[in-house]
């Protein structure tokens, strides 16, 4: 299976500055990679598809960069609502597999 | 307006089994694969399978293979996950989500339940 790695653990910025979000696969996932954000007590929300396409409403902070085995989450200008959780996915191949997360705190 | 409507809490001792429900609306029942992803308390998110509504073939992921079954009830429009021999490692918050793609293609996930805790303890 595909692993995914994040880096870093815990993201410490703060607010009004901007976040670098990394996602490394262990093969190439093309670009079938999408990042999740996942607030307390929340189911998690789509953010970015395709490593790069916003999905319905999401803010155009929030974008996504990369291809095959290297993939970035940017989020510019953090709003107190953007502290979270975020997870990349990869649907290139079965079975499925997620990053085990970076936490995004305020600083 | 997509929703999945997933069933309540559920508390368990160790060695039961567990069946949890999600009922989509607001779209053609067989138009989207339903993933079932798992999240254990303070962890990350666990891909566990998928399951085509159509068909009702699933898909399971390696680890849980031949300990979790899922199915479907195309009467009531519902898919199921059970889950076997219940261990305190399957604490956790269960969710169900919407494949976004369409027909037999398997994309990412776009809607998700709201989840479901099941508790396991002696």
């Known amino acids: 299976e595909i692993v995914l790695t994040q880096s870093p653990a815990t993201l410490s910025v703060s607010p009004g500055e901007r976040a670098t979000l990394s996602c490394r696969a262990s093969?190439?996932?093309?670009?079938?990679l999408a990042w999740y954000q996942q607030r307390p007590g929340q189911a998690p929300r789509l953010l970015i598809y395709g490593a790069s396409t916003r999905a319905t409403g999401i803010p155009a902070r929030f974008s996504g960069s990369g291809s095959e085995t290297e993939f970035t989450l940017t989020i510019t200008s953090l709003q107190s609502e953007d502290f979270a959780v975020y997870y990349c996915l990869q649907y290139n191949i079965w079975p499925r597999t997620f990053g085990q997360g970076t936490k995004v705190e305020i600083k | 307006q997509v929703l999945l409507e997933q069933s309540g809490a559920e508390v368990k001792k160790p060695g039961a089994s567990v069946k949890i429900s999600c009922k989509p609306s607001?779209?053609?029942?067989?138009?989207?694969?339903l993933h079932w992803v798992r999240q254990a308390p303070g962890q990350g998110l666990e891909w566990m399978g998928v399951?085509?509504?159509?068909?009702?073939?699933?898909n399971y992921a390696p680890r849980f293979q031949g300990r979790v079954t899922l199915t479907r009830d195309a009467a009531t429009k519902t898919v199921f996950l059970e889950v076997m021999s219940l261990g305190t490692g399957d604490t956790a918050v269960y969710y169900c989500?919407?494949?976004?793609?369409?027909?037999?293609?398997?994309?990412?996930?776009?809607?998700w339940g709201q989840g479901t805790l099941v508790t396991v303890s002696s």
């Open positions: 607001g779209y053609i029942f067989n138009s989207n694969y």
């Open positions: 093969q190439s996932v093309s670009s079938n």
């Open positions: 989500a919407r494949d976004v793609g369409g027909g037999n293609t398997a994309l990412h996930f776009d809607y």
């Open positions: 399951i085509n509504p159509g068909s009702g073939s699933p």
